[in-house]
C-alpha cells in the first residue's frame, strides 16, 4: 500500500476567497508533481450532485434546517465513499471547497439546530472521518457582502441586497465558524483572508509546510 494522500477542506462565508484559493493551491501542487481532486459540497460525487440541485432548487425556504443536515449528509457520504476516500487511499491529495464544517456552521449555528445535533449526525454517518487538515478563512460578512452582491447581480443569481435577517443569518455562521475553529483547534488553520489574494496563499502554503513537511507528507509520491 503506497502513501496516503491528505485530505484538505475549505471553509468560511460566502464570498472570502475558498474557491479562489483551492484553483491557486491545485496549481502549485500539481506543479511539484503530486496528483490533486479538487472538489466540492454539496456535490463532488454524481449522487451528491444530484442532491446540490435539490438543495439549490425552489423555494429558499423549501427545506427546513433539520431537512437540509440530512440531505447535504446524504450527500456528503455518497461523496466520501465513492470519491473522497479512494482518492486518499490511492495517495491523491484531496482538496474540498466546504465540508461538515459548512454544515456545523450553516445548520448548526445559522439555522439554529446547534453545533452537538450536527455532530451526532456526523458521527452516525461518518464517524470519526474528518478532514487532516481544514482551513477557515476569517473575513466577516459586511466585509464580504460587495463580493457576494456583485456576483449575484449576474444574470439568474436573484436578490441585489442583503436584509438585516440575511446578515444576521450569516453573522451566525460567521461566529459559529470562530466556535469550530476552537473546538477542533487540532485540525483547523484559521487563515486571516481580509488580505491580497497573494498573502492568503503565502499564509496557506506556510502552513501546509508546517503541518506536512516533517512527515514527509509533502514529497511528492513519484
Ligand atoms: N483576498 C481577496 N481580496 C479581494 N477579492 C477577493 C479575494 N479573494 C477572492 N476575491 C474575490 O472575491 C470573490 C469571491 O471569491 P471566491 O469565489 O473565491 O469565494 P468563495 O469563498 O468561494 O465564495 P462562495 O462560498 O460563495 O463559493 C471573487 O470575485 C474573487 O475574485
Ligand atoms: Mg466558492
Redesign the pocket.
Known sequence: MGVKGQFIA?E??????????IKLLTKILVSKGFDVLATREPGGSPGGEDVRTLLKQGHENRWDGLSEALLLYAARHDHVEKIIKPAIDKGTWVLC??FSDSSFAYQGFGRGLGLQTLEKLHTLVLGDFFPDLTFI?DIPPQE?YE??L??RSRPGQGGDRFDDMEMAFHQRVYEGYHVIAQKYAHRCAVIQ?????E??QENIVGVLEKKFSDSGALKPHV
Open positions: 475549505f468560511g462565508c460566502e464570498g472570502s476567497g475558498k474557491t479562489t484559493q471547497d466546504r478563512f464580504t463580493r457576494v456583485r456576483r483572508a481580509t488580505v491580497s489574494i498573502a492568503i
